[in-house]
């Protein structure tokens, strides 16, 4: 059969049962099923089950419940309160004062969480009230929260990262380094946008606080010690090679318990929550891996990857050509789909693609994911648009306009990453 025909149909199988209401790992299965009982000789229960238990059972893949515990950990303790106290000081003499603490306190939680929703949730509970009550003006606090929380997936460590490394089969710890100084330069650019703006507008800017002297700002700076240690003790791990991703993920465990406690947020009853959060968080991620590798694999079976490497290669697209269309793919996908969901999907078909044009692994990994940041400030499934309606009870079409200025900013970073790859490629050579 045709494999237009082929396509089409597990596509409109695809749609049907996720617009019917069904979890999006048992779609997965489910089309995966479809196309292995109509289109392939390969019985499609044994091929289901052994597939489902090697991805569930995955090694590489046990550092991700550990990072979501540890995120989930540092939820419930007084981090973002402590950070806001340390930063504060510091980003009072910049052009946009206070609105900085969201990018900066982002880009520390980042490294820390692991996700954007949580680093969003757990930096606007304090910095929305707190830069309301001094009258920063509301479009700019929740623009600059929105785009500075896409951070959590770029920054290590990252839970995207880990699904693209075990879908790509590439280093897990070099793609956590390889994200560091993009994710910086992002947050750079953020800043810096920041800054024209206020300069621009010096109106629409509260006045200083009192100015402190050095020696002030380095004692305030003492909230952000532990948080610092607990970064420098997940990174420095996986950079120097004493531990591998998994290894620095339980690390990272320990650092939050022993923070938690040192800040006497550790109790049983946030020890239970942080597990049971972290536990349900990971099962509907693994279902939806599970049903992603089956997918994959009667993708394979059906020759769906291979029909598509040999078209993609037949119109000679150039990489910088390949990437745009790709680009434009995953903004469209990322309308409906979340980021996980998103790479899992598509990984399969889009990878033989992109080895063929000669594209590095490691450096598509982070243009992904920058690209899928973009998505999580995209209506109508922009991850990060819900987040903040939650927390401020604004429309969301209110809510994307105000976060627009960061979606073109990573347009930006992405055009700079193309033009000096080595961005991405310096840090993980070192290694």
């Known amino acids: 059969m045709n494999e237009v025909v082929i396509t089409t149909l597990l596509i409109v199988s695809l749609f049907v049962l996720l617009g ?20 392939s000789s390969r019985p499609a ?17 046990t550092a991700l419940p550990l990072f979501v515990w540890m995120g989930e950990i540092l939820f419930r303790t007084k981090l973002s309160e402590s950070m806001f106290k340390g930063l504060a ?16 306190g982002s880009t520390i939680f980042a490294a820390v969480s692991g996700s954007s929703a949580a680093t969003c949730a757990t930096i606007g509970k304090m910095t929305i009230p707190e830069l309301t009550r001094r009258g920063y003006p509301p479009e700019k606090i929740v623009g600059s929260l929105g785009g500075a929380s896409t951070l959590g997936l770029l920054i290590p460590p990252s839970i995207i990262m ?7 089969e590439v280093s897990i710890a070099k793609l956590f380094v390889a994200g560091v100084l993009p994710g910086l330069m992002l947050a750079a650019l953020f800043s810096g946008h920041l800054m024209v703006w206020a300069l621009l507008n010096p109106d629409k800017v509260p006045r200083s606080d009192a100015s ?62 942080s597990l049971l959060g972290a536990t349900r968080l990971y099962c509907m991620i693994a279902l939806i891996l599970a049903g992603a590798a089956f997918l994959t694999l009667a993708m394979g079976y059906i020759g769906l990857p291979r029909h598509l490497a040999e078209f993609v ?56 994911v920058i690209v899928v940041e973009m998505a999580q400030i995209t209506p109508p499934v922009g991850f990060n648009l819900f987040v903040l309606q939650g927390m401020t009870k604004r429309e969301i079409t209110w809510i994307a306009r105000v976060c627009m200025p960061y979606f073109f900013l990573m347009v930006l970073a992405v055009l700079l ?15």
């Open 20 to 39: 019917s209401g069904v979890w999006i790992g048992l779609t997965l299965a489910g089309v995966a099923w479809i196309g292995m009982e109509l289109f």
């Open 89 to 104: 000081p510091w980003v009072n003499a910049l052009p946009g004062r206070l609105l900085h603490t969201n990018i900066l």
């Open 417 to 431: 990453l193309w033009w000096f790859p080595q961005i991405v490629n310096w840090l993980p050579s070192r290694m």
């Open 313 to 368: 290669t037949s119109l000679n697209l150039s990489p910088g050509v390949l990437l745009l269309a790709l680009a434009l793919f995953y903004i469209v996908l990322g309308c409906f789909l979340d980021g996980i969901s998103m790479i899992v999907l598509t990984m399969g078909v889009i990878l033989p693609t992109v080895t063929a044009a000669g594209i590095d692994l490691i450096w598509f990994g982070i243009f992904i």
């Open 45 to 61: 229960g044994d091929a289901m089950a052994i597939t489902i238990w090697g991805s569930a059972s995955s090694w590489t893949l």
């Open 212 to 273: 402190l002297s050095f020696l002030q700002k380095l004692n305030e700076s003492r909230h952000l010690i532990p948080v610092v240690m607990l970064i420098g003790g997940v990174i420095g791990t996986i950079y120097t090679g004493i531990a591998t991703a998994t290894e620095a993920a339980a690390v990272g465990v320990v650092g939050a318990l022993i923070l938690s406690a040192a800040q006497g947020s550790l109790n049983w009853a946030t020890f239970r929550d």
């Open 162 to 168: 880990i699904v693209y490394g075990v879908a790509a």
